[in-house]
Each structure stands twice: as C-alpha cells, then as structure tokens.
C-alpha cells in the first residue's frame, strides 16, 4: 500500500494495563487488528489472532511485532464464516490459555458496488454477512463460557452504521447490526460482570480499502478531519475498552469517526 499503514509500530507506548491477560482477536493479520494485537501486547497481553490462509505473510509480521513486545503470539488460520472453525478456534484458545480475558471481535469483509443494490450477488452478500455477524456470534457464544468476570467483548462496528453509503449497503447493514448485538448482549452478560462494547472507527487507511474500492484517492476526505485515520489512531480505543479503566462502561460505542457526529 501507498502510503503503507501505520500500526503504531513505532509510536504506540505500553503502560501495563493489560498485564497478564489472554485475548483472542479477528482479522488480526493487518489494518486494525494488527494495531490492536501490537497495542495488547505492548500493554502486556498474550494474543491469539485470526487470519486467512491467503495472509500468512501478513500474521507472520504481526507475531512478529507481538512477540518483540515480550507476549505470546498465536496466529491461527481461520475461516470464522464457518461455525465448525469458530467452535474450534475458541477451544485452540482454551488450549493455550486456559481462558479468555478479551474477545475482539475485528474481521470483515466488505465490497463496494457503485451500481447499487442490483449488482450485490447472493454470493456477496452471503460473504459479507457470515463474515460480519455470523462470526462474531458464534465466538462470541464459544467464548463465554470461558471468559472470566471482569472479561470484556469490543467489536469492531462502523461510521456507516449511522451515515451508510450507498455504494456499500450490505456491509453498513451488518455494521448496524453490530451496533445492536452489542448493545444487547451488553445487557444480557452484565450480571455476569462481562462486559461488551464497541468501536465506531471512521474512515481507516488498511489493505480492505484498495482491495475492495475502485477509487482512493478521494478515502476519507469525507471526514471533518480531511483524511483517513491510521490503524494506529484506532487501537487506543479498545486498549481503554479492554481495562479496567472501563470498568463501568458497557453497552457502549466509541466513536473514532474523524469528526463525524453520530448519534
């Protein structure tokens, strides 16, 4: 990528917030799940993170940057659009750590069509929805059991929640939907004193944007900010939703939209 991202490599500075604690990330292999799985580590966190066998090179360079923090790193190959592979990675991540502390709920797949609703196969929008809800539900059923109280769920919503682009309807669709699971399950886990919440990132400069998009030149001059965030911009958000300073916050969106209000 032109500009490469930034994934904090260089500037994100720990501080032990996350000491000790086992977490399991999606899509971790780059954009912000690679921010996410540096900053965990950093903080002190082991970290198990997802990616697709088409990325190896890409989670071998993210172990790489968890492991010089110090902490474990395990990159698992994962289709989590498949419930067998969801079941699967959540026992792997008993396997190596007993339990989970942190479930970040990151990857998905999105891909724009300019020529609106008529252009969207089944075959998108079956990818698109099993990657974006159907995988964040299984693990997140997988993974209770074995989170501990005092354990978290973050996933990863969207801007287009809120304000959907045309040229992107099914993937806003499912980020609204996040947007919902979160909040509900929020309520559901909390007299289990687990608590859920999201990120609501804006525009972010990661491999999924020239992959999906036709045209960049213009990404993220949409945002009052003028430009899109890096992944780097985004990983302190679930930092603070992953410890305790977040203690009494759940059923929440943090908004990282580059100045867009949402409600």
Wanted: glycine share 8%; net charge negative.
């Amino acid at each position: 990528m032109d500009p490469p991202p930034d994934h904090g490599e260089e500037s994100y500075r720990g501080s032990g917030r996350l000491e000790g604690r086992k977490t399991v990330i999606t899509g971790g292999d780059s954009g912000i799940g690679r921010a996410v799985a540096l900053a965990f580590a950093r903080e002190g966190a082991d970290v198990l993170f997802t990616h697709l066998d088409e990325e190896k090179d890409e989670a071998r360079e993210t172990a790489r940057w968890v492991e010089d923090a110090g902490r474990r790193a395990i990159p698992v190959s994962c289709d989590i659009r498949e419930e067998d592979a969801c079941r699967s990675l959540v026992d792997q991540a008993v396997t190596e750590f007993g339990h989970i502390d942190i479930l970040v709920n990151n990857a998905a797949y999105q891909m724009s069509q300019p020529e609106g609703i008529e252009s969207i196969s089944t075959e998108q929008f079956d990818r698109v929805l099993r990657t974006n809800l159907y995988g964040m539900f299984w693990l997140s059923k997988f993974a209770l059991p074995h989170i501990p109280e005092g354990g978290s769920i973050i996933n990863s919503t969207s801007v287009q929640a809120y304000k959907p682009s045309p040229h992107l309807l099914d993937y806003a669709m499912t980020k609204g939907a996040i947007v919902t699971f979160t909040q509900g399950l929020a309520q559901m886990l909390a007299d289990r004193g687990i608590r859920v919440n999201a990120v609501a990132p804006g525009p972010v400069w990661t491999p999924l944007i020239p992959a999906t998009m036709p045209d960049t030149v213009e990404f993220g001059k949409q945002a009052p900010l003028g430009r899109p965030a890096q992944p780097a911009e985004m990983a302190p958000a679930y930092v603070f939703l992953a410890s305790q300073e977040a203690s009494f916050i759940t059923a929440e969106i943090v908004n990282a939209t580059g100045g867009t209000p949402l409600p």
